[in-house]
């Protein structure tokens, strides 16, 4: 017997990170009331999505172009790269506006006991990138935890002797807090006071 299209749809939106199986069964009826509006849309842009975007060859943002158009963007300040641990902090700093220069997307931070070293991130794409020349300032914006301090004491100990200055974000971003889910305003203060790591 052939799996319910509508419990089968509910059990797929629950996947999605924060939402229980209550709210996405609340999304199916909502969908469901009007699928040509909502669901039709929202198939297709799923299904684009999935066909052209990936992961920038550059710093590893999400982009369906490559190099992904924030480096491509020849406004934007070269001299300053900012270190992130996900994409959705790279995304939550971009829409605070208050940073203009490149980005570094290391895809997580270590671990030991997650099993998470250096060689899982990004690790050495970005000092390929400082090596190459042209950058002046490595901000480490890494979660304030013990695994982001832990990362981004690595990271200044590899930066050492590069003539980088490592700076880290300031003080306004909580223990425990990550990037993604802070305000604006909270993140432009905390880039403003950034200091050395």
Known sequence: MAEDPVEHLIALLARIPGLGRRSARRAALRMLADPSRLMLPLAAALEAAAAAVRPCSVCGNLDAADPCRICADTRRERGLL??????????????????????????????????????????????????????????????????????????????????VNVTRLAQGVPIGGALDVLDDGTLAAALRARRPA
């Open 82 to 163: 900012c270190v992130v641990e996900g994409v959705a902090d790279l995304w939550a700093l971009e829409r605070g506006g208050a940073y203009r220069g490149l980005y570094h997307v290391l895809g997580g931070v270590l671990s030991p006991l997650g099993g998470v070293g250096p060689e899982q991130l990004a690790v050495e794409g970005l000092l390929a990138r400082v090596a190459a020349g042209g950058v002046e300032e490595v901000i480490l914006a890494l979660p304030a935890t013990v695994e982001g301090a832990t990362t981004a004491h690595y990271l200044s100990d590899r930066l050492a002797g590069s003539g």
